[in-house]
Nanobody, 116 residues
């Protein structure tokens, strides 16, 4: 059974940091590109960051560049999103996605709220 379980979300003050984790099981994690998406209330889901199966290639949304870092540990079947200098506009549900060709899996998401 495929599972993607996110954790690490919560309430943080502006300027703070959080590290999100996404633990994968039920598929060959090291073969899949992994991405973090977010969806804020009333807005469409947007790509935040993506990392290749090997971890050698990463891509970021403009809003994440310089503040967020995506990484993965294929030995632990886990992908991370380190977020710093958080802003209120980063408030959203953050979800991870695994993709290999047309095969795609999503996690349930974790809430990140940035507020004084």
């Amino acid at each position: 059974q495929v599972q993607l379980v996110e954790s690490g979300g919560g309430l943080v003050q502006p300027g703070g940091s959080l590290r999100l984790s996404c633990a994968a099981s039920g598929f060959t994690f090291s073969s899949y590109a992994m991405s973090w998406y977010r969806q804020a209330p009333g807005k469409e889901r947007e790509l935040v960051a993506r990392i290749s199966d090997t971890g050698f290639t990463t891509n970021y949304a403009d809003s994440a560049k310089g503040r967020f870092t995506i990484s993965r540990d294929n030995a632990k079947n886990t992908v991370y999103l380190q977020m710093k200098s958080l802003k209120p506009e980063d408030t959203a549900v953050y979800s991870c996605k695994a993709q290999w060709g047309t095969f795609m899996y999503w996690g349930q998401g974790t809430q990140v709220t940035v507020s004084p």
